[in-house]
C-alpha cells in the first residue's frame, strides 16, 4: 500500500493559551508536543493533529495518560464509537509521541483502507447485479467513487491558573449523503490534580435549568438570524416529552460562563448543525459540582465582587 505524507510536522512547542480570568493572572504555561499527520489510498483520507502535554510532574502526568486512553478509545473504534474494536491500542512507551502516533496513524490507515475498499467493491458488485449498466458507465461511476475521510483533532484550546481544556473531536465521511462529527468534545482538567472534571452540573438539576437552556437555545437560532418562540423552538427540537435534557459533551468553562454544545443529532436536525450557548455563572452556581466551583473560582469569586 503507497503511504503518503506520514509524520508530515512534527513541532515540539511551548504553547500559551491563556484565558483571560479576572484580573488577568498570569499563568505556567504547559510545555507541550504538536503533532500533525496524514495518509492516504485510493478510497481513504487520513488525517491527525494531536497536542499532548509533556508529562514533568505527577498532574501533567495524569492528564497526558488520560487523553492518551481516551485517544486510542476513539482511534481504535472510528467507525463504531460504541461496540467493536478494531485494533489493539498501542502497547509501547505512550511517553514516545512519534512512536505512539505512527502506530495510530498506520493501524487506522490499514482499518480505512480495508472498509473503504470493501464499500467500493460492494458497490460494483450492485452495479454489476443491476445489468442495465454498460463496462464504461460502470468504469466511470467507479472512478467518481466518493473517498472517505476521517480527520482526528485533539489539542489543548484553553490553559488558566485552575485549569486546562483539551479539544477532542473527529470527523468522519464513509461515503454517505454528508459525514459527522463527534469527539469526546472539551475536555477540563484540575491542574492541581490533573484529574478530569467528569460533571459541572449535578445532573439532577435538569428539571430546575430548563429556562435556561431554552433561553439560550433561542439565543442559538437567534444568532442564526431564526427568530421563534419557546413553542416553536419545542417543535423545532427532536428530544422526547418537553424536557431538554443536558449536553452529553461536558460544558466548557470561559470567563463568560459554561459553554454548553449539544452534537450533530443530540436533540436537533442535522441542518440545525451543533446547538451552542454560554450561561453565565452567577446563574448556575446552585447546581455546580464542587470539582466546577473549584476549577471555576477564578470566575465565581469575579462575578461575585
Not at 493559551?17 to 499563568?27: D, F, R, S, V
Request: proline share 5%.
Amino acid at each position: 500500500m503507497k503511504r503518503q505524507n506520514i509524520l508530515a510536522v512534527i513541532l515540539m512547542a511551548l504553547t500559551v493559551l491563556a484565558a483571560a480570568c479576572g484580573n488577568k493572572a498570569e499563568t505556567m504555561v504547559p510545555e507541550t508536543e504538536t503533532l500533525t499527520l496524514a495518509d492516504s489510498t485510493k478510497y481513504a483520507q487520513l488525517s491527525m493533529e494531536v497536542e499532548l502535554p509533556v508529562a514533568q510532574d505527577g498532574p501533567t502526568q495524569a492528564i497526558r495518560q488520560q487523553l492518551v486512553t481516551m485517544m486510542a478509545g476513539r482511534l481504535t473504534h472510528v467507525t463504531m464509537s460504541e461496540g467493536e474494536q478494531f485494533y489493539a491500542p498501542y502497547s509501547g512507551d505512550t511517553d514516545d509521541t512519534p512512536a505512539m502516533m505512527g502506530y495510530y496513524l498506520r493501524a487506522t490507515m490499514n482499518l480505512l483502507d480495508s472498509l473503504s475498499h470493501s464499500d467500493a467493491a460492494d458497490r460494483e458488485r450492485y452495479m454489476r447485479e443491476d445489468g442495465n449498466m454498460s463496462e464504461e458507465e460502470i468504469a466511470e461511476r467507479m472512478a467518481e467513487m466518493p473517498v472517505w475521510g476521517y480527520d482526528y483533532t485533539l489539542k489543548m484550546i484553553e490553559d488558566t491558573t485552575t485549569y486546562v481544556v483539551y479539544l477532542s473531536q473527529d470527523y468522519i465521511y464513509m461515503g454517505g449523503a454528508h459525514g459527522g462529527v463527534s469527539g469526546d468534545g472539551c475536555l477540563t482538567f484540575d491542574k492541581e490534580t490533573g484529574q478530569l472534571v467528569e460533571r459541572f452540573l449535578d445532573p439532577s438539576c435538569v428539571e430546575a435549568i430548563q429556562p435556561l437552556l431554552i433561553e439560550g437555545l433561542l439565543s442559538y437560532y437567534s444568532d442564526n438570524e431564526v427568530k421563534m418562540t419557546e413553542e416553536e423552538l419545542f417543535e423545532t427540537l427532536q428530544i422526547e416529552g418537553s424536557q431538554i435534557p443536558l449536553p452529553v459533551f461536558q460544558p466548557s468553562p470561559t470567563k463568560n460562563g459554561l459553554v454548553f454544545t449539544y452534537q450533530q443529532y443530540e436533540i436537533a436536525s442535522y441542518a440545525d448543525g451543533m446547538p451552542s450557548f454560554t450561561l453565565p455563572y452567577d446563574r448556575l452556581l446552585p447546581y455546580l459540582t464542587p470539582e466546577a466551583k473549584k476549577v471555576c473560582s477564578i470566575y465565581i469569586q469575579s462575578q461575585e465582587e
